[in-house]
């Protein structure tokens, strides 16, 4: 990408990432003119087309316009046949994990690193005719729109949440109200953020409308509790625990689980199970709760087609080779377009899992460059990634 840009903040905003953060993020949408002019033409209708053809892009085209249209939804991939037959208005074709795809709309994730690089999720790009959008109504998370080519006005509306009422269209999930409260038509260049819940509405006014969305990353809290309690059943199960049974409580007296009643759960069943509850500890529930989260967030969704490249000699692959590289100049690695990395003070999170390594050794993972000899415990994590194509070393 011969133009680079390194922020959505260009001069001409008269912002800064520190006021935006403090200012805007998660709090109200904000429209930047022109702040990203070198953006225009880094991808076009052709590249889009091309993508929702593939047998591993991931497409889909909306058709409607209008409140009360009968909006319909339809799944990739596509034929060129098909797509060249499309009418002349009223359709959006969209393409999710673009960044994946082409270069140079993969650099535009660095204008984004004023943020945690594990919240963000893709680069979605739409192409509409006059006319197209998706109609009205909200995500769960935050998103930029960056304009690439054409025009597109957007209505903004009310705040919405799992209450707000919807469409009864099992195709597409648009609101069943939109009350209008801003209104704004954006050109080549401009930036759109929204924050989570806000009511939006899109719908190009020019032919060869182009927008790329870069959304985030919001696991919800049932996602969260779901996978902690996987993590909490996994430990269970590594300590030879999860055949172990219930047991009636008998001791003579009064206080029996069996009850004189039988069909009764008494007191007594209630506090043996209270007794199982705190065996997992608060510290064990942060634990696992901590391991979940780098889990959802670094958790990979679209996945090219991945080339086999030629294998790392054996050699290297010795703790005393990889040390004795690091120890030279450094240990460079190469990271995968699909590839999401976080980092804990006791974890590595790649691509959904989990290794237990000292933070200074995943940090380096994390930056793509080893500098600090590894243990024998890192250089079998690292193996592990090289061997499932997380990670490539970037070895002449």
Not at 3 to 9: E, G
Not at 104 to 114: P, Q, Y
Not at 173 to 196: C, H, R, S, W
């Amino acid at each position: 990408m011969n133009r680079v840009c390194v922020s959505i903040f260009s001069e001409s905003t008269g912002l800064t990432e520190a006021i935006f953060l403090r200012q805007y993020w998660q709090k109200k949408a904000l429209l930047l003119r022109a702040s990203l002019n070198d953006l225009m033409g880094v991808v076009d209708a052709s590249d889009l087309m091309a993508i929702a053809c593939e047998e591993d892009g991931e497409a889909r085209i909306i058709k409607g316009f209008g409140m009360n249209s009968q909006w319909s939804c339809e799944q990739g991939p596509f034929s060129e046949e098909y797509l060249q037959s499309m009418p002349e208005k009223n359709w959006t074709l969209l393409v999710q994990g673009v960044d994946q795809w082409i270069e140079e709309v993969n650099a535009v994730m660095g204008m984004f690193s004023f943020l945690p690089k594990w919240r963000l999720e893709d680069i979605m790009a739409s192409f509409a005719p006059i006319g197209g959008g998706v109609g009205p109504h909200f995500d769960y998370y935050d998103v930029f729109l960056l304009q690439v080519s054409g025009t597109r006005e957007w209505k903004l509306g009310q705040m919405c949440n799992d209450a707000s009422t919807l469409q009864a269209n099992a195709q597409v999930k648009l609101l069943d109200e939109f009350v209008t409260e801003q209104t704004m038509t954006v050109n080549p260049g401009d930036v759109l953020y929204i924050p989570a819940g806000v009511a939006h509405w899109g719908t190009a006014v020019t032919d060869d409308c182009i927008t790329l969305s870069v959304g985030f990353r919001a696991p919800s809290q049932k996602e969260l509790l779901l996978a902690t309690l996987e993590n909490l059943i996994d430990d269970i199960a590594q300590l030879g625990d999860e055949n172990q049974r219930y047991r009636d409580k008998v001791d003579g007296s009064e206080n029996s689980s069996i009850d004189e009643n039988s069909f009764r759960i008494n007191t007594v069943v209630e506090t043996q199970l209270s007794a199982l509850v705190q065996t997992l500890t608060p510290q064990k529930i942060q634990g696992a709760i901590n391991k979940s989260f780098g889990q959802l967030v670094t958790e990979p969704r679209y996945l090219p087609p991945i080339e086999e490249g030629e294998e790392a000699d054996q050699d290297e692959l010795t703790l005393e080779g990889i040390n004795q590289l690091i120890n030279e100049n450094g240990l460079a690695l190469l990271q995968p377009v699909y590839s999401r990395f976080a980092f804990s003070d006791k974890s590595l999170f790649v691509n959904g899992v989990a290794f237990s390594v000292g933070e200074l050794f995943a940090k380096e993972i994390c930056d793509g460059l080893l500098l600090t000899p590894v243990s024998e415990v890192e250089k079998d994590v690292l193996i592990t990634l090289l061997e499932s194509g997380d990670i490539e070393l970037a070895v002449n």
